[in-house]
């Protein structure tokens, strides 16, 4: 299991940015995909997750309406657009996977078994 995040980078307060997790060495369409972040001297706090079918998608509090997750299955590939950043929204992104059932808490690590690397995006004037 591979899972390749990328679209990190600079951009000003109230500007936006698209993440994309590129998947590989497991069949996607049957993973609950999930992007987290962790900031400077924090833990790794939950953003957003997407099912493996059907569904809303779930966002942690500090994004929802400003974050959207969206996954093309087709490409192996989860995304997650960023507008309105805001400083706080600083910090390395993960994506994750999880290839078992729905059941558990999914704002929690140990809910995925599967990380990236994380890509980082700083949010500066």
């Known amino acids: 299991v591979q899972l390749q995040a990328s679209g990190g980078g600079l951009v000003q307060p109230g500007g936006s940015l698209r993440l994309s997790c590129a998947a590989s060495?497991?069949?996607?369409?049957?993973?609950?995909m999930a992007w987290f972040r962790r900031a400077p001297g924090k833990d790794r706090e939950f953003v957003a997750v997407?099912?493996?079918?059907?569904?809303?998608?779930y966002y942690g509090n500090s994004v929802k309406g400003r974050f959207t997750i969206a996954r093309d299955n087709a490409k192996n590939m989860v995304y997650l657009q960023m507008n309105n950043l805001k400083a706080e929204d600083t910090a390395v992104y993960y994506c994750?996977?999880?290839?078992?059932?729905?059941?558990?808490?999914?704002?929690?690590?140990?809910?995925?078994?599967?990380w990236g690397q994380g890509t980082l995006v700083t949010v500066s004037s």
């Open positions: 994750a996977a999880r290839l078992r059932s729905w059941s558990g808490d999914y704002w929690l690590e140990p809910f995925y078994y599967n």
């Open positions: 060495g497991f069949t996607f369409s049957s993973a609950a």
């Open positions: 997407i099912k493996r079918v059907g569904g809303p998608p």
